[in-house]
């Protein structure tokens, strides 16, 4: 069973389960052990259905580790070397450890879906109940091509879960309090690490570059927290100081960002202006700008509050979408190719285009342009839900026509005259009608009374609730036609056992209520008749199975 | 739709109609049957220019030989290329409605690497362009002298119009400016050189026509050709250019004379300030420089570099900004002033001389327009109050009016906070500007509101120096951290390319939905040029009232004329010009009746009646008596109410009748009768 593909990350030999020894496999997905000199296991589980580790206390003679399940059985691993039988446990635990949480999220994960799917389908509820609770197939099973249907169909869902974004404020968060001996402490939580790296690529490259090589996780942070990140005032910090350089890297990008420049013209002040008066002219009423040479220290602190504050706005925003990087400019892009060369004297990038047309729009001034959807007025909605009638065998017939034919045919009623040597003898006449009416012999089929009304409510219900049972069952069943490998072979014959296990414990008790109500037992015919077509159709299989063996 | 407006047929591409659009219209047309001025206030949103075109273009259709051309001037690029946007939208209805391919010829010229001085400008039907294009004289006499005189002018976002005047008209003068021209002068006198070896022939001809002087000049504008230069007096057109700088040498020795001249008065120890007639008397005294030559200067300049057939005017732009200052000093005796400063004033220690020759009357550079041009149209989004243009671009309209907009739903809300939620007087005039409290409560005011607002919110301040306190401030107090819990905060730098970035990014935020604050700067970029549409600005936070710098001695001269000479007194100008600023910021949040969005003026000031009163109509006709000195919580709660109704669904059917007419329930008695009162006149 075990599929060679499969990453074995751990092998711990002389290990025993139920007194027997043998060799403990941890591999990606599962833990497995197999009994010496066998290559099978016969020890297989999940990491995803394993609940908890437990491991025997230190003092303990034997060296055991424990795995409980999600459904309440434990398995114990008892680890024999005795040399190093306490670092093979632990190397074990070590593993397990890391591997369990990442199995419980998608463990929980499809619980919840299971559950949810049982709250919101009630047919799968009835269902559940009628074939899982009640023991006729294994919840496994019954699992099985549903929720993979559920995975599978939609993988989208699982992998692209949207992105959240980052508060723009997760600085603030770290209130810095006084621990009330000249020193200050800083809150630093998981979330708020990960946002400042999300936000700050350049940060966690210096993280990973000096943690925990030249600084230790504290020390490092310690040095955040005087940086220019969290004290934006702050002008020119030691240059000495690792987070001097991400200060540098920053203003890189963002003149980098700057020098792009803008991809709306309508928001981009350099071409605002059609013509900036010449050098020399015009009446200076504007402060002299301010160079960087002669601010005041508070002048080019207050600056660098403010540049850091779009930095830091724009980081955010960056890390908030970096991952789906739209595919708007690509549009906007491929829309370049066609249109425009009409006014090819005055041309004009598309994305300029699209923004001078909406600035322009009124689109209360206009008709709304998009269809209109008026809401269906019927007068006779019948007619409306069956569907239009094929035009092409009918002929509109004007008044006149319908009075002409009403005289006709009154005619020719009044001129009849019965072609007397055809007519069939009234004996057999009155037979036919009598055979013909409901109860008649040729009426027997459609002389049943509509169900609903023959049989009371629950009753119905409850065959509802056996034909989907049965349905769900016999699918089941018929999928493993045609049985083309071992594993088909195996749950073929599974199923039949189900189908015959479903007719015992469901439908015939069923049977036997009707039968004491004195209701038809023609209403599970049907039932017992999709029943019997499976057998008859497993065994045709098995005889044939049996043959080629023989 | 097809209109009738008082007998003309106007098209309008649309199906629907603003019925300010149609008052708007009226009123237009009145104006131009009377052949006269217009100044015409409409909110912004209200389809003001499509409205434009649309009458200016029927007009045109109808009587050709009344209105040739329409020359259309705006104040960005953007707004430029608005505009031709709409009127190939227009083009295209009519080329639709008509059948017939339309014969319109438009021209836009933006931005220089496109200018464009083709012929065709002659022929065209339609000219959009900068105003500077025609305000400025440097420009005007390449591009526009040539328009004919029954074109209709209309000056879209004139509400600074007086400042475009002036710069057009003032020059500073630097030491670095006075060595480049030392360095152009040099170059000139080698080239004369030069050419008298190989072509004096040349020179001599450049020499006889001097003599026969501007005549052609005159002649052209008399026979009403050319639009007037404001550089080139009339007076002056008449004569022979007078015989000291007839010949390029002596020209170029004159040119050195009054570079030396220049030099000297750069050095001096305090601020000097003095009148033309002052100055034209000191260069008389110091260096012998008598008027007439200096008059002359800017013409003789031109024509020095026509005849040395130089290629790359740039080069030379530093003598000729010295040329057209001795040309402006010696023609206006009024209107201007000139300031010596030997440093800035933050900077004493530096020496850093500066003349300044500033205009102080913007009627000058707007006289030639009004003068030639039949119809010149004056309009805007806030103009208010209405009377004031008028006086100070001296000019008489036949038409003025401010037009409200209707509304459906009242989707703006403008709020006067004028105290803290501790009662603290809220206002940024000078007293209180450090006052801690103050900074504190405005704080608290915008913290409040970036939890409540959705998406966009736009803060302007009085100043950049201003702003640059109060955000050091805020910082220090933890505010601004409090606030990126809601929004992420980007802020208006000097650095226009980083603005911009700031301004995508914070669209950008805006748009994905996590909302956004813009710190920026009255009479900045933003401010004038950026509009905030719909979720891009829910709410626009005015901080202050914001005065001009008023320690600037330029300003002081103007204020000084403006009292003299037009009888406006400082502080009416000043609030004036406040208000408008402040008009404009707040108006750039509603760009239309679809959008919506919050007014708040947070300064108690503007509670008083001076100040409110000179706020557009349609701002303030919102603005009632509860909501005049509210507190930060106040407003909160009215805010909370007021952005609740306008997440409502808002339909076009909802509009219909009220704000927005089909064409039968615009001809309908009652809405006639109704549109009248729309238009509020002066």
């Not at chain 2, 008489?396 to 907009?405: E, K, Y």
Request: proline content about 4%; overall charge neutral.
């Amino acid at each position: 069973m075990a599929s060679l593909s499969e990453e074995v990350l751990l092998v711990v030999k002389k290990v025993r389960q139920r007194k027997q020894d043998g060799t403990l496999y941890l591999m990606a997905e599962r833990i497995a052990w197999g009994p010496e000199g066998k290559d099978r296991f016969t020890v297989s589980h999940l990491y995803a259905d394993i609940r908890c580790q437990k491991i025997s206390p230190d003092g303990k003679a034997k060296v055991q580790l424990q795995l409980v399940l999600h459904t309440g059985e434990s398995t114990t691993f008892h680890f024999a070397n005795e040399s190093s039988a306490l670092k093979d446990r632990e190397a074990a635990k070590e593993l397990l450890q890391q591997l369990l949480p990442k199995f419980k999220k998608k463990a929980n994960k499809e619980l919840e879906e299971k559950n949810r799917m049982l709250q919101e389908d009630p047919v799968l509820f009835q269902l559940y109940k009628d074939l899982v609770v009640s023991q006729v197939i294994s919840a496994e099973e019954f699992w099985a091509n549903r929720l993979g249907g559920v995975n599978n169909t939609d993988p989208t869902l699982f992998n692209n879960k949207q992105e959240v974004g980052i508060s723009g404020a997760f600085l603030a968060d770290i209130r810095p309090q006084t621990d009330g001996c000249n020193g200050l402490r800083y809150n630093l939580t998981a979330d708020i690490i990960e946002s400042i790296f999300r936000t700050y690529p350049a940060v966690k490259q210096k993280y990973s570059e000096n943690v925990p090589h030249n600084l230790t996780e504290k020390e490092f942070w310690t040095r955040f927290f005087q940086s220019h990140y969290f004290h934006r005032d702050r002008i020119n910090t030691g240059t000495q100081d690792i987070f001097s350089e991400c200060a540098k890297q920053d203003e890189k990008g963002l003149k980098s960002l700057v020098v792009q420049g803008v991809k709306n013209p309508l928001v981009d002040l350099l071409s605002l202006e059609d013509k900036t008066l010449d050098e020399g002219y015009g009446v200076s009423t504007t402060q002299p700008s301010t160079s960087n040479a002669n601010r005041t220290v508070k002048e080019s602190s207050n600056y660098a509050i403010i540049k850091r504050f779009n930095h830091h706005s724009a980081m955010v925003l960056a890390a908030g979408s970096r991952k789906g990087e739209t595919p708007a400019d690509q549009a906007s892009e491929t829309s370049s190719t066609d249109g425009n060369s009409r006014d090819s004297d005055f041309f004009q990038p598309p994305v300029k285009k699209v923004k001078l047309q909406e600035a322009i729009e009124y689109e209360d001034l206009q008709r709304e342009n998009r269809p209109k959807t008026v809401a269906l007025n019927l007068k006779k909605s019948d007619r409306y839900a069956h569907g239009p009638v094929p035009l092409q065998s009918q002929q509109y017939t004007t008044s006149q026509d319908i009075i002409n034919s009403v005289n006709y045919i009154r005619h020719e009623m009044a001129n009849y005259k019965p072609n007397l040597t055809q007519v069939v003898s009234s004996t057999a006449a009155s037979s036919a009608i009598v055979a013909l009416s409901p109860g008649g012999v040729l009426m027997q089929a459609g002389a049943q009374q509509a169900i609903n009304q023959m049989v009371p409510s629950e009753v119905q219900g409850e065959l509802k609730h056996l034909y989907v049972a049965a349905g769900e069952l016999l699918r089941h069943f018929w999928s493993c036609f045609p049985v083309n490998t071992p594993f088909l072979e195996e749950k073929v014959i599974k199923m039949k056992s189900n189908l015959e296990r479903f007719q015992m414990t469901k439908l015939c008790p069923f049977q036997d209520k009707i039968q004491r109500q004195y209701l038809s037992t023609n209403l599970t015919g049907h039932l017992e008749e999709m029943l019997q077509t499976a057998y008859n159709k497993f065994h045709i299989w098995q005889t044939r199975r049996m043959m080629r063996k023989t | 739709m097809k209109l009738n407006i008082e007998g003309l047929l106007v098209y309008f591409p649309y199906d629907y109609i603003y019925p300010e659009q149609y008052s708007y219209m009226l009123e237009l047309k009145r104006t131009l049957d009377a052949k006269g001025h217009g100044v015409l206030e409409m909110p912004s949103g209200t389809g003001k220019t499509i409205s434009l075109l649309s009458l200016i273009i029927a007009y045109q259709r109808a009587f050709p030989l009344e209105v040739t051309k329409l020359i259309y001037c705006s104040r960005t690029v953007p707004e430029i290329e608005k505009v031709i946007e709409e009127l190939r939208k227009l083009m295209e209805f009519y080329s639709k409605e008509t059948g017939e391919s339309n014969n319109f010829l438009a021209l836009a010229l933006s931005s220089r690497k496109n200018l464009c001085i083709h012929p065709e400008i002659l022929h065209a039907n339609i000219v959009v362009y900068s105003y500077h294009y025609l305000l400025d004289p440097k420009i005007a006499d390449l591009v526009s002298k040539e328009l004919a005189k029954k074109s209709v002018v209309v000056f879209d976002e004139a509400h600074n119009i007086d400042n475009v005047c002036i710069d057009s008209m003032s020059v500073n003068i630097t030491r670095r400016t006075l060595d480049r021209c030392q360095n152009n002068v040099d170059t000139l006198q080698n080239t004369i050189h030069k050419i008298k070896e190989t072509d004096a022939a040349k020179l001599r001809e450049e020499y006889r026509r001097l003599v026969e002087g501007l005549k052609e000049a005159n002649v052209a504008r008399e026979t009403d050709i050319y639009l007037a230069n404001p550089v080139l007096p009339d007076e002056i057109l008449q004569e022979a250019v007078p015989g000291t700088i007839r010949t390029a040498e002596h020209f170029v020795g004159f040119l050195r004379r009054f570079l030396e001249y220049l030099k000297s008065r750069l050095r001096v120890q305090h601020v000097v300030q003095e009148s033309a007639p002052q100055f034209l008397k000191d260069i008389f005294d110091k260096v012998c420089i008598d008027r007439k030559p200096l008059r002359f200067c800017a013409e003789r300049l031109q024509s020095l570099l026509r005849t040395l057939e130089i290629a790359d005017i740039a080069d030379f732009s530093a003598v000729t900004l010295i040329s057209n200052f001795a040309t402006l000093v010696s023609t206006y005796s009024q209107g201007f002033t000139i300031i010596i400063e030997p440093f800035e004033d933050r900077t004493p220690t530096i020496a850093n001389p500066v003349l300044h020759f500033s205009c102080m009357d913007p009627s000058i550079a707007i006289k030639p327009v009004f003068q030639r041009f039949q119809s010149v149209i004056i309009t805007s989004g806030t103009l208010s109050p209405l009377d004031i243009y008028p006086r100070i671009l001296d000019f008489r309209p036949v038409t003025m009016a401010s037009f409200t907009m209707t509304l459906a739903r009242t989707c703006l809300c403008p709020l006067i906070v004028g105290r803290g939620n501790d009662q603290v007087a809220l206002s940024s005039k000078f007293e209180t500007r450090e006052d801690f409290a103050v900074i504190r409560n405005y704080g608290n005011l915008l913290l409040e509101m970036s939890a409540i607002v959705p998406d966009g919110i736009v803060a302007f301040f009085t100043s950049y120096v201003y702003m640059e306190n109060i955000v050091a401030s805020w910082y220090e107090q933890g505010i601004l951290e409090n606030i990126q819990r809601n929004k992420l905060i980007f802020i208006e730098t000097q650095d226009a390319a980083e603005t911009s970035m700031a301004l995508e990014k914070y669209q950008e935020a805006c748009e994905n939905g996590r909302g956004a604050i813009l710190l920026s700067v009255a009479r900045g970029k933003v401010s004038e040029g950026i509009d905030f549409v719909h979720h891009f600005g829910r709410a626009v936070i005015m901080f202050g009232v914001p005065y001009v710098y008023t320690q600037s001695r330029i300003l002081k001269a103007r204020l000084e004329y403006l009292r003299d000479q037009f009888q406006i007194r400082e502080n009416d100008f000043l609030t004036f010009d406040a208000m408008r600023h402040a008009a404009q910021c707040v108006g750039r949040a509603i760009r239309g009746k679809t959008d919506y969005g919050l007014m708040i003026f947070a300064d108690k000031r503007y509670a008083r009646a001076d100040k409110r009163g000179k706020l557009p109509r349609w701002i303030q006709e919102h603005i009632n008596d509860g909501s005049l000195n509210l507190t930060v919580d106040e407003a909160v709660q009215l805010a909370k109410h007021f952005l609740r109704q306008m997440a409502q669904p808002f339909r076009q059917e909802d509009q219909l009748g009220l704000s927005l007419l089909t064409l039968e329930q615009l001809q309908s008695e009652e809405m006639l009768q109704k549109i009248t009162q729309i238009a509020h006149q002066t």
